[in-house]
């Protein structure tokens, strides 16, 4: 029996079990996902319904074993039932929600107009372009929101200029501002909406254009008609990538932003580390996933609809 | 080019001594908070390899150490969180027969710290300092003149005040336990109060002064006030300090100055002590006996202006260091001083919940 013959029995017999070859492709992402998400979210989940009290680590064990034998299983719901008992939770989800909603909008109209350019571009500018998008990822991440701090800050580089220009006679305080935040969650996520755009248009047949072009559409008709709703399911991938962790942000409000802005991540991080409260923590952090999988679950929806209307 | 740059590589790594007892120690401090050659002696003395690592917040200490395993062989727990986390098991024991630098230390202060940690087990004193006010003498003589209360929680507190500071920026130190105690002392309630109605009232005075307010950090006004981007800052004194040192080497005419207030302000100890899971616990007493050598202390005291607790360094500190009010304060003002409470768990989070509606209004 040589060695093909002996692959095509296996596989027979593996087709037989139930077994495919598919299983195997989608086996890597699935124990991708099982070992970084599903296995860490379970930790989370059961230390939300564990109680705090100083200790190592600080909260109470799930379950004991008594000396009898017994499984004793405590379960403290309080720690859901706190986060509605204090408006603070829910202002705080609200206005994540807000900022993310807004920034994905921001980002959408800048990256749009970016995207169809390069789309549309000769092959050479483009690879350029492309090149340019990709480029800041070279440097951390951190680095490039401390860069904006100075370029923003009272004594910094756009007052500077506006001052000594003399457009203004006193700077004009932008760090530690909303205004702050949003140009922080842009800057950094704007990548991640003009890539999933571009690849759309790229695709877009120009042939379409022409054709409404011929049947006597201006440029606008046609962009509206015919561009733009061939490319909503770029623009709902690219919605996903910057809605969804933009809603968890901490690291940009905590750089860029005020005391008064008031985003999720900031009250998990006040509970984790302030009130030393891992239980109720693991609450926010278990509610706003549970949150976020509903937006998900409407924008996956709303993409297989536009790409079942779209082939 | 490239030569050049992997001969200067060459060059940096051959002048790193070679530590052939491949002993490790991980020490986890606060930023800009020992002096520049502290752990080169200490590497040069013993032959043990030093990490470095730096913190601005006793809470992610706090959250590093409770969730164990850290891998930190020394840290500086400031006291009232050294309380607490020595409850939930944190710590090891010192072992002082490994620590003669022990008859230096001012045995006064080691039993004030004894309030915190019963018989001094656990921890030897680091530094100390105050939580007062910095403020950039210029800016705020400009908008309250040359009688501005600058000696007086008046300076921040009082809402006439803040609102003409608002401009050129007042900061607070985002750390509530000391902000809303001082807010308290302002108001003439016991600062170590743990009454509900207390921290309110404190809380009110500060939603009062919040829209004057630019931001609550705990590091970053070190650097802000001696740029001028803020002009009155509640921090701790040696930060200020710092804060006045770079101001002077910038030399763009900032003059940075620190007051303990007239009314009283918290006074605060920053401990040595070894976590429990420490797996260089030998080290670790090494390195805290070296930090106890009288020269060593005075060298960080000298470097990042704050006071120890350690009698025998004050012959070795600057002259200019012991004589500055805000470092070494005399007598009748270390009467006005507090030490820190430590709460229960229900008070930590209404502090915390006070404390965001001050940020936050809601």
Not at chain 1, 291 to 297: D, K, N
Request: with cysteine.
């Amino acid at each position: 029996m040589n060695a093909t013959t002996l692959i095509a029995n296996v596989m027979r017999l593996l087709n037989r079990s139930g077994f495919r070859a598919r299983s195997l492709v989608i086996a890597v992402p699935f124990w991708w996902l099982f070992v970084f998400f599903l296995i860490p979210f379970a930790v989370v989940a059961k230390i939300s319904f564990s109680e705090a009290i100083i200790a190592r680590p600080p909260y109470s064990p799930l379950y004991t074993w008594t000396e009898d034998g017994v499984l004793q299983l405590k379960l403290f719901f309080s720690n859901y039932a706190y986060l509605l008992d204090d408006t603070l939770y829910v202002s705080a989800y609200w206005s994540s929600i807000k900022v993310a909603f807004f920034s994905t909008v921001i980002a959408l109209l800048i990256a749009y107009p970016m995207a169809y350019y390069i789309a549309r571009t000769t092959e050479r500018r483009r690879n350029v372009l492309l090149m340019l998008i990709i480029l800041p990822f070279w440097t951390s991440f951190l680095l490039r929101v401390y860069a904006w701090i100075g370029i923003l800050k009272t004594n910094g580089i756009i007052n500077n200029i506006l001052m000594s220009v003399g457009i203004t006679s006193e700077p004009i305080i932008m760090m530690q501002t909303n205004f702050a935040v949003y140009v922080g969650i842009v800057y950094t996520y704007l990548p991640f909406m003009i890539l999933p755009l571009f690849t759309n248009l790229v695709k877009l047949d120009p042939s379409l254009l022409e054709a409404s072009a011929d049947l006597g559409a201006r440029p606008m008709t046609t962009f509206f008609k015919i561009t733009l709703p061939l490319s909503v399911p770029g623009i709902i991938a690219g919605s996903m990538l910057v809605f969804i962790p933009v809603i968890g942000e901490f690291v940009i409000p905590a750089l860029l932003g005020g005391p008064d802005t008031l985003m999720i991540g900031k009250v998990l991080w006040n509970e984790f580390f302030s009130n030393r409260d891992w239980p109720v923590a693991s609450a926010v952090a278990v509610v706003m996933l549970v949150l976020l999988v509903i937006p998900i679950m409407l924008l996956r929806n709303a993409q297989n609809a536009s790409a079942g209307a779209a082939s | 080019m490239k030569k050049i740059l992997s001969l200067a590589v060459l060059a940096a790594l051959s002048t790193t001594p070679v530590l052939a007892s491949g002993k490790t120690l991980n020490i986890y401090n606060w930023s800009d908070y020992i002096a520049e050659d502290t752990i080169k002696k200490f590497e040069e003395k013993t032959g043990i390899k030093v990490t470095y690592d730096v913190y601005d917040s006793n809470e992610v200490l706090e959250a590093k150490m409770l969730a164990g395993s850290s891998g930190y062989d020394v840290v500086v727990p400031t006291a009232d969180f050294l309380q607490r986390q020595i409850a939930a098991g944190v710590y090891a024991k010192l072992d002082k027969s490994k620590l003669p630098n022990l008859k230096n230390m001012d045995s006064g202060l080691m039993k004030a710290l004894g309030n915190f940690d019963p018989g001094n087990e656990y921890a030897v004193i680091y530094l100390w300092g105050t939580t007062g006010i910095g403020y950039n003498t210029k800016a705020v003589a400009k908008r309250l003149g040359d009688n501005a209360p600058t000696d007086s929680w008046a300076l921040v507190f009082d809402p006439a005040n803040a609102a003409k500071l608002k401009d050129c920026g007042i900061s607070l130190l985002d750390a509530p336990t000391e902000v809303i105690p001082a807010a308290m002392n302002y108001l003439g309630l016991d600062p170590r109060s743990t009454k509900k109605e207390d921290f309110e009232k404190a809380a009110a005075l500060l939603t009062k002064i919040r829209p004057f307010v630019r931001y609550f950090h705990s590091s970053q006004y070190i650097s802000d006030l001696a740029n001028g981007d803020i002009c009155v800052s509640v921090g701790w004194s040696g930060d200020v300090f710092q804060a006045r040192d770079r101001a002077d080497e910038a030399k763009k005419g900032v003059e940075i100055g620190y007051s303990i207030p007239k009314e009283g302000a918290l006074q605060w100890f920053d401990t040595l002590a070894i976590p429990v899971d420490s797996k260089h616990k030998d080290e670790a007493l090494a390195f805290i006996n070296f930090v106890m050598d009288a020269q060593i202390t005075a060298d960080i005291t000298n470097y990042v202006w704050y006071a120890n607790g350690n009698a025998a360094s004050l012959p070795m500190v600057e002259q200019d260091i012991k004589d500055d009010a805000g470092i070494f304060p005399p007598d009748e003002v270390k009467a006005k001083l507090w030490g820190a409470k430590v709460y229960k768990k229900r008070t930590d989070r209404v502090i915390t919940r006070l404390w965001t509606k001050v940020k936050t209004g809601k």
